[in-house]
């Protein structure tokens, strides 16, 4: 396939496909997104570079015009964790896929599936996994799937899953499924091979297990982990009488990955999961140096992490219902716990006339709250090197994104509705300050003030734990004496 030849991208708000998108373009390949929210990837860095368009895979009749065109399309839709019926949603939507691409002149399907054992009874989403590849493989186009276990990388669920179990819990007792072998791949090559099938030749039809070098229990996996993040050896202990149900609910309580989508992975890993062929490489090379291997692939992840570089998330997914929704920028970028102060009141004063206090909050202007409080807070921040209150506004009425006021950055600004701020003082985490304007059922001008805490470590719980009871005086403050100000604002002259 021509490098200058469209493709089709799905699920390019997710976690694979977030990062599938800027790997196609760096290889050359002209890109169009579909997707049900094309205003959820306008801060990707990327979108300006693709097109975009709005379809739904549960909607045949929009499929179309996503396809028109497209060569090669990337099928990356799947309901994990979406509830009780996600089999008939996954088969529906599959099924649409297939017909659509059929009729559209597709080339070639791409999807990437679970890697999943010939015999025995599989759980409810690998078997559900293995149902779509082959409604896809008879869709009368050529497709290739590539069946994955366990993927390593900064931000996906089953690495969060597998970093938090490890960090929290140095002594801990688990289910059965800690001694199943799996073979784990890092997330660079599976975007590798992503991109590589793109032009495999239109002959095959068929799937290819795809795994890094090692196989490994979820034991070991902890283990090495354990390893590689400097962690003093853990104790695990296997107790049989755990089922998936309460297996799921226990990470869900340790980790950050909820239970609903902790199911789904715990099931998973209850079937052996190792490669039976490595026939890709008959079509694309291993790299140079071989595969990540397992330790490696731990490495990159927390390099990344660190580094906060974590392009996407596994909560990239989760939209509507995630905790920082309707965040675009998601807080909870690499799965781990999201704190929340929320506040709201209705303000009698007009949309304009609250939004024109909020644009011109911090700087000369202050922020509507202790004052104080947060010279001391600056004072602090500053003599542990962060920039503190200095840096000001570098306009006292309106603001853009990338802006600079004070300790933050505006992340985001829409202009009578929205201003979200991120902190850039030094936390044992990540903070993010929001203000949304809206109407209520009864035209009233409605304010949505909310804190949002992304802590790391026990350090950052703790400092949570520690701010928490002094919300009332700083968040409590500023609503109420930002709603003040805009009932007694005169509206300047914005012309001006």
């Not at 499924?177 to 091979?193: E, N």
């Not at 990470?251 to 190792?274: C, D, F, H, Q």
């Not at 709201?344 to 004063?349: K, L, P």
Request: aromatic share 8%; glycine share 10%.
């Amino acid at each position: 396939m021509p490098k200058s030849s469209l493709v089709l991208v799905t699920g390019a708000t997710g976690y694979i496909g977030g990062r599938l998108v800027p790997a196609l373009l760096a290889d050359g390949f002209r890109v169009r997104v579909m997707t049900r929210r094309p205003r959820h990837l306008i801060d990707r860095p990327w979108f300006d570079e693709v097109e975009v368009v709005s379809a739904d895979a549960a909607k045949p009749g929009s499929l179309a015009d996503a396809m028109r065109d497209a060569g090669v399309a990337y099928y990356l839709i799947h309901s994990l964790g979406s509830g009780a019926k996600f089999e008939a949603f996954d088969r529906a939507n599959a099924q649409n896929f297939a017909t659509a691409g059929r009729e559209s002149g597709l080339t070639r399907i791409v999807y990437l599936g679970g890697l999943y054992p010939d015999a025995g009874d599989l759980s409810p989403h690998l078997a559900s996994r293995k149902e779509v590849e082959e409604l896809l493989l008879s869709s009368g186009v050529p497709t290739a799937v590539l069946r994955a276990a366990v993927i390593i990388g900064s931000g996906s669920a089953s690495f969060e899953m597998l970093r938090y179990l490890t960090e929290r819990l140095p002594v801990m007792v688990t289910p059965r499924w800690v001694d199943t072998r799996i073979q784990p791949i890092a997330v660079r090559d599976v975007l590798r091979y992503l991109v590589a099938v793109a032009a495999l030749p239109s002959d095959v039809n068929r799937g290819f297990d795809i795994g890094g070098p090692d196989i490994l229990t979820y034991r070991q996996m902890m283990a090495q982990y354990a390893s590689v993040a400097g962690l003093k050896p853990r104790r695990i202990q296997a107790l049989p009488l755990l089922t998936p149900s309460l297996s799921s609910h226990w990470v869900g309580l340790v980790t950050p990955v909820p239970s609903g989508l902790a199911r789904p992975l715990v099931e998973s890993l209850i079937n052996e999961v190792v490669c039976k062929e490595h026939d890709i490489a008959g079509y694309v090379s291993d790299p140079d140096g071989g595969l990540a291997d397992f330790r490696r692939a731990v490495t990159l992840a927390l390099e990344r992490i660190q580094d906060q570089k974590v392009t996407t998330s596994w909560t990239s997914a989760t939209r509507p219902g995630a905790p920082s929704d309707p965040l675009p920028s998601d807080p909870d970028w690499a799965g781990g716990s999201l704190y929340v102060d929320e506040r709201e009141c209705v303000v009698d004063a007009t949309p304009e006339q609250l939004w024109s206090v909020i644009e011109s909050i911090g700087g000369e202007n202050g922020w509507y709250s202790w004052p104080l409080g947060w010279w001391a807070r600056g004072l602090l921040d500053r003599l542990f090197g962060g920039p503190g209150l200095r840096r000001g506004r570098r306009d006292q009425m309106n603001l853009s994104a990338g802006d600079a006021i004070d300790w933050w950055r505006v992340e985001d600004v829409e202009d009578l509705h929205l201003l979200r701020l991120r902190a850039e003082m030094r936390l044992p985490g990540l903070a993010w300050l929001e203000f949304i304007i809206e109407a209520d059922d009864e035209g009233r001008t409605r304010l949505r003030q909310r804190a949002l805490f992304h802590p790391r470590g026990l350090a950052g719980h703790a400092y949570w734990a520690t701010i928490r009871p002094f919300h009332a005086i700083v968040f409590g403050g500023m609503q109420r004496n930002i709603a003040r100000a805009a009932q007694q604002q005169q509206l300047p002259d914005r012309a001006s």
